[in-house]
């Protein structure tokens, strides 16, 4: 069975500053990769996936991703983040055998002023 | 504009009750989800419809029920709640076709099993 690991559970960021979150996926013929966010009191919204083809995929809200095949990871990256990026976010893989969306623990996001 | 709703949004019960938490989407999508999402855990899936009638147990599904009777509805049932079910339950949709398309989140039904 596929897995998702984000080994940060939280990643505190002062405001203008770059992030990474880092997501590592288990090994698999194809790999589709996702990154949802989750607004506080809120459900989670696609932020961007991977299908294929580049291997830099863009988002919305200027975040973008990184498909390393041979590093089985897809971080996340935004090189100047606002105070309304505060969230958790969400790294999932689709599950070829089972059709399945397998969604990581999630990382939260604080962006402090 | 299509959107998927949830209800109740907050819900509190005592152990041994049954539970029923709704589910209504207008994306006509044939693909419904529900999971619960814990500290430490992500998001974990109870159940799954890929259409009318069609029901399928997900990794959590012990303790869970649910029935599709029409495209638009998937509610979610607990039998007789335990406290181990205090959770965040989300409710999301999916177009049918290929297994990757983006899947559409419901805002939410945090239960409190007392």
């Known amino acids: 069975a596929q897995s998702v690991t984000q080994l940060d559970s939280q990643v505190p960021v002062f405001e203008e500053a770059p992030v990474e979150l880092r997501c590592n996926y288990s090994s698999s013929v194809s790999v589709y990769l996702f990154w949802y966010v989750q607004y506080p009191n809120q459900g989670l919204q696609l932020l961007l996936k991977y299908l294929s083809g580049s291997t830099l995929v863009k988002g919305i809200n200027g975040f973008e991703a990184e498909f390393n095949k041979s590093q089985t990871s897809f971080h996340l990256r935004k090189p100047s983040v606002h105070i309304s990026d505060t969230a958790e976010y969400f790294c999932?893989?689709?599950?070829?055998?089972?059709?399945?969306?397998?969604f990581g623990s999630g990382t939260r996001l604080l962006v402090r002023p | 504009d299509a959107e998927i709703t949830q209800s109740p949004r907050h819900k509190i019960t005592e152990t041994g009750r049954q539970v029923t938490l709704a589910c209504h989407q207008t994306?006509?999508?044939?693909?419904m989800f529900w999971y619960r999402q814990d500290l430490g855990h992500g998001l974990r899936l109870i159940h799954y419809s890929y259409g009318v009638q069609d029901t399928n147990k997900g990794e959590v599904s012990d303790g869970y029920s649910v029935s599709r009777s029409n495209t638009e509805d998937l509610p979610l049932t607990l039998e007789s709640a335990a406290s181990s079910q205090t959770s965040v339950y989300f409710c999301a949709s999916q177009s049918q076709g290929n297994s990757y398309n983006e899947q559409f989140f419901g805002p939410g039904t945090r239960l409190t099993v007392l």
């Open positions: 999932a893989v689709y599950e070829d055998s089972s059709y399945k969306l397998i």
């Open positions: 994306w006509n999508h044939n693909n």
